[in-house]
């Protein structure tokens, strides 16, 4: 058996992966559900605590940049085990699932209010004025003439963000998310071939290399 | 109109407005002239509250804009600003700048706030360009559609922050005749500004400010040819000279 053959037969198993598809595509379809749920609840956290930044509450803010300061600083992986094997002890018990998408939402809910919030303190001041001087509220200024403005210049650092957080779903086979990872790892336990990760690695090409190449296309309409 | 009295501004340290009385009557066209620093832009904006005075009064149209009940938002619908750098909203056409305030703070619905706001764009002769983003027009006609914008408010008072400063000269004359066609029709207005000739011609009172007090004032042709002050005439031979 020449080099060539072995690595087929470990990498490119053909009895292994049709046997073990199956599997990996149910992980897709939770690494999908799970994503989207990370980024709408992320997205939206993050986007709520820049507004409410946005109000000037000396004591608030303080509070949200403590917590969105956490959140960037601690690795995902670390909140994940310590969200899975901590909340139990105070009688929470919050599936795989569940403790990675708190998690990831956690982390994308901070580092998107950076950069909501970069883009809201970006518009100029006479915008603000221009507004309040015809009569709008702070939170009618803040809806029609500041946050068009902002979200438009926050789109390609959010979209990079946002797919290099959503990744970290694979984090999820720690806490036995059975997400592509997950699907992928037990696949090659049991049959003692390697070969499932490839389809794994394949799963996340397919799902995240058109969001990578939608991700350039923004960042190019919106620079 | 306006009755500002006693007003000082502090930022910190910086004593920019140092008790400025202000009246102005109905239908007057108040100038304020003064070197950069002397606090008229300052002075301006505490007449619609963008600047809180530290100490003093402002009542414009019968509302007391310093006392905390006031309904601010109402009040502001009634007092017009123009700024020197136009602070048109980018994201909107010309006819949506015109009509926001009047959809989400007069309450009108879009085909009313519409109607105004075509008309308050051809007031100003902009007819034709309702539907051009700010990035789209000439500074002068951005200058136009922000006069549009309050007018179409219907405000009692318009206050002018050099709205002219940031134009080309080429571009000046268009909105100082929009501003002279406001003039006309009755329109109280208080105007910082350096545009001389528009004050000989359309001014009642010039007021000449340095270093936060009003040092002079009176009518134009006594501020322009006649001042008494040192100051003020060492000011106006400056400007002339340009």
Request: aromatic share 8%.
């Amino acid at each position: 058996m020449g080099g060539w053959e072995r690595f087929a037969e470990t990498f490119l198993n053909a009895k292994v992966m049709e046997r073990y598809w199956p599997d990996i595509v149910a992980g897709l379809g939770t690494t999908i559900e799970l994503a989207a749920l990370i980024v709408l609840s992320g997205l939206a956290a993050g986007l709520a605590l820049a507004v409410l930044r946005s109000f000037g509450v000396r004591v608030v803010n303080w509070a949200i940049v403590f917590v969105v300061d956490l959140f960037r600083a601690l690795p995902p992986l670390v909140i994940i085990v310590l969200i899975y094997f901590g909340l139990p002890s105070i009688d929470v018990v919050p599936s795989g699932f569940v403790s990675t998408w708190l998690s990831l939402a956690l982390v994308l809910m901070a580092f998107s209010e950076e950069i909501f919030w970069a883009g809201i303190t970006a518009i100029p001041r006479g915008q603000w004025e221009a507004a309040r001087s015809t009569g709008l509220g702070f939170g009618e200024t803040l809806a029609h003439v500041i946050l068009p403005q902002a979200l438009r210049i926050t789109i390609p650092p959010l979209t990079n963000r946002t797919i290099a957080i959503t990744k970290g779903t694979a984090l999820g086979s720690v806490v036995a998310v059975t997400e592509i990872l997950g699907q992928a790892s037990s696949a090659v336990s049991n049959s003692y071939n390697p070969s499932p990760l490839t389809l794994g690695a394949a799963a996340y090409l397919v799902l995240f290399l058109p969001v990578v190449i939608f991700g350039r296309w923004v960042e190019r309409k919106f620079r | 109109m306006i009755q500002a009295k006693g007003i000082h501004k502090q930022f910190g340290a910086l004593h920019v407005l140092k008790g400025v009385d202000l009246d102005v009557a109905e239908r007057e066209l108040v100038f304020i002239i003064g070197p950069s620093g002397s606090g008229k832009s300052t002075m301006l904006r505490c007449l619609n509250r963008l600047e809180v005075p530290t100490a003093g009064s402002v009542v414009v149209d019968g509302i007391d804009l310093l006392d905390p009940r006031t309904d601010l938002n109402h009040a502001r619908q009634r007092i017009g600003m123009v700024f020197q750098s136009f602070n048109l909203y980018p994201h909107m056409t010309a006819l949506g700048n015109v009509t926001l305030a009047l959809r989400k703070v007069a309450g009108k619905s879009r085909a009313e706030a519409d109607e105004i706001g075509h008309a308050a764009l051809a007031r100003v002769g902009l007819a034709e360009r309702a539907d051009h983003r700010p990035g789209q027009l000439s500074g002068g006609q951005q200058q136009r559609v922000a006069i549009a914008r309050a007018i179409a408010l219907e405000p009692r008072v318009m206050l002018f922050d050099e709205p002219t400063s940031a134009l080309d000269p080429e571009l000046v004359g268009s909105v100082l005749g929009v501003m002279r066609s406001l003039r006309e029709s009755g329109m109280t207005m208080v105007v910082v500004s350096h545009e001389m000739g528009f004050a000989r011609a359309a001014a009642d009172r010039v007021l000449f400010m340095d270093d936060g007090l009003i040092v002079e004032q009176g009518p134009p042709a006594q501020i322009f040819e006649a001042p008494v002050h040192a100051r003020t005439r060492g000011f106006i031979s400056q400007i002339q000279r340009h």
